[in-house]
């Protein structure tokens, strides 16, 4: 089986063409290919495969074998492989993902992708539909308790669900020891992305994510955006941000169509084949 390691500022996956190659347990493939010590390594894997609806498909599993409805930075990535591969023309394509379709625009340099602007959609915020079990409308500075510690948590679904915390001291945060527990908890039923942040001025916040099913991970789209909007709804932030993460940078705006916009890089690391 032929495979690409891609990365979005650090957020790295195998990506399979299923134009050409079949896969027939993704669940179980992603698992084992996502080990960084006996596979290839990554936060899991994605198959671009062919769609009746758009011009591909996205298809996602986190490193634990789980389906993912959504990825920002892996969508990017599948964007410039099928761009630069001839799946789709380019450089605008709208890609089938299980969050609904996205419109995607490449952004060309010398005949490749340098980066990837993604329409995210609508971010829904009925805490009910996100899901979430807490006994409100919507979660925003919502107060919640986890190991004698007390958070205050925005909810928000970019597609699949997330938590945003924002706090001043960042690198306090023991990502290992309360990613988990937020990630399942019983108020979040599909269990959560969780994510603390740092606001560092109106137009700038830092980042640091820990994704359900993969564990910290060095960026997440999805998340970033997410945190755009928490920012919005508790007057911390303006409605475009530059967001930092460990694995680089996102431009992120919730514009007046209320469509959260998302851009970012997109790299190919190598090529080879699987003969596990």
Not at 18 to 26: A, D, L, S
Not at 218 to 241: F, N, S
Not at 252 to 267: F, I, N, P, Q
């Amino acid at each position: 089986m032929k495979f690409t390691k891609m990365h979005g500022l650090g957020n790295d996956y195998v990506y399979v063409n299923g134009f050409t190659e079949r896969v027939t347990e993704p669940s179980k493939l992603s698992r084992i290919i996502s080990d960084r010590h006996t596979g290839i390594g990554s936060d899991g894997l994605i198959l671009i495969q062919p769609s009746k609806v758009a011009d591909l498909r996205m298809e996602m599993y986190n490193a634990d074998g789980s389906r993912g409805e959504m990825c920002g930075n892996g969508i990017r990535c599948v964007a410039k492989y099928a761009v630069e591969r001839g799946l789709a023309p380019g450089p605008k394509l709208r890609v089938e993902t299980d969050a609904g379709i996205k419109a995607v625009e490449c952004v060309m340099a010398g005949g490749k992708v340098a980066s990837v602007r993604v329409d995210m959609g609508l971010p829904e915020l009925s805490a009910r539909a996100i899901p979430t079990a807490i006994a409100a409308d919507r979660v925003i500075d919502h107060p919640l308790r986890f190991g004698g510690v007390d958070y205050r948590v925005t909810c928000v679904s970019m597609g699949n669900p997330h938590a945003v915390v924002f706090i001043k001291e960042l690198h306090k945060v023991d990502l290992v020891e309360v990613g988990p527990k937020f990630e399942h908890a019983p108020e979040f039923p599909n269990r959560m992305n969780t994510h603390f942040v740092r606001v560092d001025s109106p137009t700038h916040v830092t980042m640091r994510t820990w994704e359900r099913g993969s564990g910290a991970t060095r960026a997440c789209g999805t998340g970033a955006c997410a945190v755009c909007v928490a920012g919005v709804l508790t007057k911390r932030t303006e409605r475009a941000i530059t967001a930092s993460l460990p694995g680089g940078e996102l431009r992120l705006k919730w514009g007046e169509d209320d469509h959260v916009y998302m851009t970012g890089e997109a790299v190919e690391v190598f090529t080879g084949d699987w003969t596990h």
